[in-house]
């Protein structure tokens, strides 16, 4: 495997930070998650752009332009001569001292992209859908670290998941700090009540994902009336359908949540055709490489 390490090209073995990286020592950097299918980086434009504002608010100075890291990005997966890719794209802020200063890292940010076959979820997810729970740990407030910022430091979600598996399930629903639905430790959530669509709107604690965006973009198309306002767990336990989505996930259907069945207790037909359709849109739209 080869990693891509500040405009070079190396083996994973020779792909190493400093322990003076802020990024090690307190998270201090970015990062994306994307998916290459059958030679096409999907929405890596709007990935990219993503990044550059998750860098922009904790004012870390991304070393290259938009341009030269989507270059990057093929460049690695031909390396490693990836035709169906997760990549995973970050910035740290560098080598400082062992305080929060970051002036003391001016200059030092690094790129680093990692491309890797991409573990997929079993099939039987996919048909008979995710039982999930709702879990004590909160989404970090807006006003405090907002989940627009895909930052290095995950601990909020990971908390979260820890609790989804002690309890022994795989993912978690994690609610605001007024108790509202706000999205799942790397996904999105949706639910579908009487043929509608409806999703929390991203100022409530919850990453405006890009699957999120496509989802909707699809079925505004279909003529699906789609809400993004906030969801009661109380909403969420009658729904007639709910689904995840997430770069890594793509669209999974939940059918129990917190012991309550949703629906029928299977995944539904309008979650059923927005993966469907995801998946078309996923085999044509894309920024195209070369193996
Ligand atoms: N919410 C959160 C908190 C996320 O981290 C999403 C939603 C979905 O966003 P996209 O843009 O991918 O549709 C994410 C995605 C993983 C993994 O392994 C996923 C994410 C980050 C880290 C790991 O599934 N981010």
Known sequence: MKVFMNGKIVKKEDAKISVFDHG????????????????????????????FESAHTIMLSVPYSKKYIMDATIRTLQANRLRNAYIRLLVTRGEGDLGLDIRKCQGNAK????????????????????KIITVPTIRNLPEALNP??????????????????????????????LGYVAECTG????????????????????LRGITRDTILEIARQKDI????????????????????????????????????????GKPGPVTKMLLEEFRKVTKKDGVKYKL
Do not use: W
């Open 24 to 51: 090690l020592l307190y998270g201090d950097g970015v990062f994306e998650g994307i998916r290459a299918y059958n030679c096409l980086v999907f929405k890596l434009k709007e990935h990219i752009d993503r990044l």
């Open 111 to 130: 790129l680093i992209i990692i491309t890797d076959k991409i573990a997929l979820y079993p099939r039987r997810l996919y048909e008979q859908g995710l």
């Open 148 to 177: 627009q910022i895909k930052s290095l430091n995950y601990l909020n979600n990971i908390l979260a998941k820890i609790e989804a598996i002690n309890a022994g399930y795989e993912e978690a629903i994690m609610l605001d700090s």
């Open 187 to 206: 996904d999105n959530i949706f639910i579908v009540k009487n043929k509608k669509l409806y999703t929390p709107p991203q100022c409530m604690g919850t």
């Open 225 to 264: 009336s789609t809400n993004e306002h906030v969801i009661t767990r109380h909403e969420m336990y009658n729904s007639d359908e709910c689904f995840l989505t997430g770069t890594a996930a793509e669209i999974v259907p939940v059918v129990n949540i917190d012991g309550r069945k949703i629906g029928r």
